[in-house]
C-alpha cells in the first residue's frame, strides 16, 4: 500500500489480497482469476483533506455452469459496492448532510468538512433513499401544512406512539387521507384538527376509528369566538366617567372631541369612505336591490356588500377603526393634567412625554391639543381601556395566574358589564372541563352556552354538536395534536431552508428522515 500527496488530496493506493470471490449472481466461491482492473473510490476526509483510493481488484470467472454472469468483481466487505465510486462511510455521512441541510448549504458544508460534492449530487442522494417503513401505527395525528399559503397545502401523518412522521400528502381532501387510511386499516385513533375534510376522509377511510378533536384547536376556536364577544362589547371596557372640579370648585365639562379626526386633527380618510359607503349601500338596500345588484352597482365584492347591508348602523363598522390604539393614549393622561396646570405649549408638552417614551411627532400632540384650546380647565383623560384581545387572554388564563392589577381591572370590566361576566363563567367552565378531562358534562355545557348572553359563544356551541364525538373524546382520552403541531413547525424549517423552491418529493424525503 502506496501513500502520497497530490496537491490538497492524499492518495492511497493498494490492491486486495483475498484468495477467492463470491460469485453476487449465484453465491459460488471461485478462485480462478480472470484479470485486474483499477477503480477509485473517494472516502471520508484525512486530517480535512480529500482521501482518494486508489483499488486494484481481481475479476473472477464462475463456475457454475447454470450462472448467467460468467466473471464477476470482486468487493471488499465495508469498503466498496457495485459501481460505487465512494465508500460506504463517506456515503452514509453525505446523505446525512443531504437529510440536513439538501443543496447548496450541503455542499458548503461538506467543502468544509474536506469532501467536496455538487449540490446534484447531494439531492439525488437524497431522492434516491427508500421511504422509512410505517409499521403498524395505531394512534395517528393528521393536520395540513402549506406549500404556498393561501394558495396549496398538504397533509402530514404523524404516529402518535413514536412522534415521527410517516406520510406527507399532496393535497388536504378528504379523499387523500380516506386512501391512506385504507391502505393502513389498523389505525384505530385519529386525532384531527377541527377541519370537515379530515373529519369526513377519517369516517370513509377508517369508519371503525375514534375520532379525537385536539384540545389546542378547540381551546384557540373558544378564544376567538370570546374575542368577537369581548368587541361587541368594547364600550363595556371604559371606565366609566367622573365629575371633576375646578379650583374655584365648578364641574369641569367634557371637551367633545371628533372621534372622526386623527391624531392631526385631519378627518380619517376611511371613517369618511365608509361612512359615504354605508349610506350608498343601504339607499339601493331600500329600493329593493338585491345584494348581487348592490355589489355590482358599486364595484363591491359580495362578502363587502353583505356585511355593509347587515350592519345596524355605521358605527358597527367603524368601531375597530375609531377603536383603535394610539401612541398618544398612555401619554393622554399626562397632557391633560399639565393642561389643567396651566402648560398649553406643545412644544414643551411633546418635549416632556417624549422624555417619557413617547416616539410620535410634534404635529400628533398639536393635533390631539387642538379640541382644547378655548378650556381653561379640562376632564382628566382616562387611563386607555385594555384592547379586546388582552380582555379575552385575562379571561382565559387562570385566576391565580393573573397579576393583582389585571385580576382588579378584570373583575371591574365583567361588574360593569353583564354579558361578559357571562361568557366568563362559561369560558372557565369549559377549561375545568377540558382540564379535568370531564368529557360527559359537554352537553350541559353547550346547553348552558346555547342559553347564554353571548350570541358569539352559543355559535360555538352549536358547532360542537356537529363534530359531537370527537370533541368529547377529545375532552375525554389524554390522546392531543401536539406532536402534529411539532411537526408541521418542523416542516415550515425545512421549507424556508430551501427558499420554498423545493419540489414535494424532496421535501417529503427530508421531512420522512429528518431527525
Request: hydrophobic residues 40%; proline residues 5%; contains cysteine.
Amino acid at each position: 500500500m502506496d501513500v502520497e500527496e497530490r496537491g490538497d488530496t492524499v492518495r492511497i493506493a493498494a490492491r486486495t489480497s483475498a484468495a477467492e470471490g463470491s460469485c453476487p449472481e449465484c453465491g459460488l466461491s471461485s478462485a480462478q482469476v480472470h484479470s485486474r482492473y483499477r477503480r477509485t473510490l473517494r472516502d471520508l476526509a484525512a486530517c480535512g483533506r480529500p482521501l482518494m483510493i486508489e483499488l486494484e481488484v481481481r475479476r473472477f470467472f464462475c463456475g457454475e455452469p447454470g450462472c448467467e454472469r460468467e466473471i464477476f468483481a470482486e468487493q471488499v466487505d465495508g469498503l466498496t459496492q457495485r459501481h460505487a465510486r465512494r465508500t460506504g462511510a463517506l456515503r452514509d455521512l453525505l446523505t446525512s448532510v443531504a437529510i440536513a441541510l439538501a443543496g447548496r448549504a450541503g455542499a458548503r458544508m461538506a467543502a468544509m468538512i474536506g469532501v467536496p460534492v455538487s449540490r446534484s449530487t447531494l439531492l439525488r442522494m437524497l431522492r434516491a433513499l427508500p421511504d422509512p417503513e410505517v409499521g403498524q401505527v395505531t394512534v395517528l395525528g393528521v393536520d395540513d401544512w402549506a406549500r404556498r399559503r393561501g394558495n396549496s397545502y398538504g397533509t402530514v401523518l404523524v404516529n402518535m406512539d413514536t412522534h415521527r412522521p410517516v406520510d406527507l400528502l399532496d393535497g388536504r381532501t378528504a379523499g387523500d387521507l380516506a386512501a391512506w387510511l385504507k391502505d393502513h386499516p389498523w389505525v384505530q385513533v385519529i386525532c384531527r384538527d377541527r377541519a370537515g375534510s379530515y373529519a369526513d376522509g377519517a369516517r370513509e377511510g377508517a369508519p371503525a376509528a375514534i375520532q379525537v378533536a385536539d384540545r389546542f384547536h378547540l381551546w384557540q376556536n373558544l378564544a376567538q369566538a370570546l374575542e368577537k364577544t369581548v368587541r361587541a362589547h368594547r364600550s363595556c371596557l371604559h371606565e366609566p366617567d367622573t365629575a371633576v372640579e375646578d379650583e374655584t370648585g365648578g364641574e369641569v365639562e367634557p371637551v367633545q372631541r371628533p372621534q372622526t379626526l386623527d391624531s392631526y386633527g385631519n378627518e380619517r380618510p376611511m371613517v369618511a369612505r365608509t361612512q359615504d359607503l354605508y349610506a350608498r349601500v343601504q339607499a339601493l338596500r331600500n329600493t329593493g336591490a338585491s345584494l348581487n345588484a348592490i355589489s355590482r352597482e358599486l364595484g363591491l365584492a359580495f362578502r363587502t356588500a353583505r356585511k355593509y347591508a347587515s350592519a345596524s348602523s355605521v358605527e358597527e363598522l367603524l368601531a375597530p377603526t375609531l377603536g383603535r390604539a394610539s401612541q398618544l393614549d398612555e401619554f393622554k393622561p399626562h397632557l391633560t393634567r399639565r393642561w389643567n396646570q396651566g402648560c398649553t405649549n406643545a412644544v414643551q408638552l411633546h418635549a416632556e412625554i417624549k422624555a417619557q417614551g413617547f416616539t410620535g411627532s410634534r404635529r400628533a400632540v398639536q393635533g390631539w391639543l387642538k379640541p382644547l384650546r378655548g378650556h381653561q380647565h379640562v376632564r382628566q383623560e382616562p387611563c386607555p381601556p385594555p384592547k379586546p384581545r388582552r380582555v379575552t387572554r385575562w379571561i382565559m388564563t387562570h385566576p391565580d395566574r393573573l397579576h393583582p392589577d389585571d385580576k382588579a381591572r378584570l373583575e371591574q370590566i365583567l361588574a360593569r358589564c353583564r354579558e361578559l361576566a357571562d361568557a366568563a363563567a362559561h369560558v372557565r367552565g369549559f377549561a375545568t372541563m377540558m382540564t379535568n378531562r370531564d368529557g360527559h358534562l359537554l352537553d350541559d355545557w353547550i346547553t348552558a352556552a346555547e342559553a347564554g348572553e353571548s350570541p358569539q359563544l352559543a355559535a360555538f356551541a352549536t358547532g360542537l354538536r356537529r363534530d359531537h364525538a370527537a370533541v368529547q373524546a377529545g375532552l375525554t382520552l389524554p390522546h392531543s395534536s401536539g406532536a402534529v403541531e411539532g411537526i408541521v413547525n418542523k416542516i415550515r424549517f425545512l421549507k424556508r431552508q430551501m427558499f420554498g423552491r423545493a419540489n414535494f418529493d424532496l421535501l417529503r424525503a427530508r421531512v420522512l428522515h429528518y431527525s
